[in-house]
């Protein structure tokens, strides 16, 4: 028998982050995140929900109204109620597609609680989190990796020298800028990926990434330029809605946030030219709907990545401990450290004081 499942939650508010993190069109230095525990009587699991301004449809206000929300959802009856780890999963899925559609983070928080507390044995101590943030699951080797130069945030003129600078720590499997910048033009874009190929050489995927900034009829002229500058593939090259017209062409494209949309990401997936997909669990919807999108993706031999949206430590490790099972994840995955994941100490120690036995 299950043993009764308790909630907390944490709000962490004003995380500054290391350094300036960005996509085409914002910047963020500080972040908003909610720790999640889960427990029952020896173990605990813990996840996090940190939306992303401007970029994820809900905030840090939805996350704690679904996850409160869920608290009736794990122990309907309040008298500690066994239930199967499969059938809690599937309660929790049937909850957010119901009530909280839309609530990506937060049903990533739960579902990474719930995996970690029904298959790690981590001890009920007061160190809890600060076993799990010790490196339960560290990154993975750099030629699994994809490294963002820069949080984002940088010039393309900075490219090649970022680069340059990373490369001493190892050689990654891919590399990524962001392109289409509202901070940059292009042809400085084109300039700054032929000084990265440069410095990177041929063995190393050069990934971009437009976040939807290209329009349809500028798309096709817009990737053979980035094709002729050394790119080898683009993310999100349009709005969501004209990525079913993208043709093939030198460069291939992967989905990324248009599979956000749950109306329409399985007809991106079965009907578009896409070359991969960049999964998000705090932005698709959790990891049942990651591992649903990756398997459509499989069944048209199209492989797969998993990345975050600048998370903390906590939801770094549930990334990092579920890659493995994700179908036809052979794309490079952004799971090393980047300039949001350090830890905020005060917060460890709240949540671990939280869940103390």
Request: charged content about 20%; some cysteine.
């Amino acid at each position: 028998m299950t043993p009764r499942v308790t909630f907390a939650a944490i709000l962490l508010r004003n995380s500054k982050l290391a350094g300036r993190v960005a996509n085409r069109t914002s910047q963020w230095s500080e972040r908003e995140s909610v720790l999640l525990a889960l427990a029952n009587d020896t173990h605990v699991g813990f996840g996090e929900a940190a939306p992303l301004p401007g970029f994820s449809h809900e905030n840090i206000a939805d996350v704690l109204r679904a996850l409160q929300d869920l608290v009736a959802q794990l122990d309907p009856a309040g008298e500690g109620e066994s239930i199967a780890p499969t059938e809690l999963f599937a309660r929790m899925a049937s909850r957010f597609a119901h009530a909280w559609p839309r609530v990506s983070s937060a049903q990533f928080a739960v579902e990474s609680a719930l995996w970690m507390l029904h298959t790690r044995s981590l001890a009920r101590t007061e160190d809890a989190l600060g076993q799990l943030l010790q490196g339960l699951t560290p990154a993975p080797p750099s030629a699994q990796c994809c490294w963002l130069l820069g949080g984002g945030a940088c010039a393309p003129e900075q490219w090649a020298d970022l680069a340059a600078r990373a490369l001493q720590r190892g050689v990654p499997g891919a590399v990524k800028v962001k392109v289409a910048s509202t901070r940059s033009d292009f042809s400085s874009e084109l300039s700054g990926i032929r000084a990265l190929r440069a410095v990177l050489g041929p063995a190393v995927e050069l990934r971009t990434d437009a976040n939807g900034g290209f329009a349809l009829l500028d798309a096709p002229a817009r990737m053979r330029a980035l094709a002729d500058a050394g790119a080898d593939s683009l993310e999100e090259p349009c709005p969501a809605h004209d990525l079913r017209s993208v043709d093939r062409g030198p460069l291939r494209f992967y989905l990324d946030e248009s599979l956000a949309d749950h109306t329409i990401a399985h007809a991106l997936v079965d009907q578009s030219n896409c070359a991969g997909l960049v999964l998000k669990p705090a932005v698709v919807g959790g990891w049942v709907r990651a591992m649903d999108l990756a398997r459509a993706a499989a069944r048209r031999g199209i492989p797969c990545a998993i990345s975050h949206i600048f998370d903390g430590p906590v939801a770094m490790q549930a990334l990092r401990t579920l890659q493995p099972h994700v179908p036809a994840c052979t794309l490079p995955s952004a799971l090393d450290a980047h300039e949001g994941s350090a830890v905020d100490e005060l917060a460890a120690t709240q949540l671990s004081k939280f869940v103390r036995v």
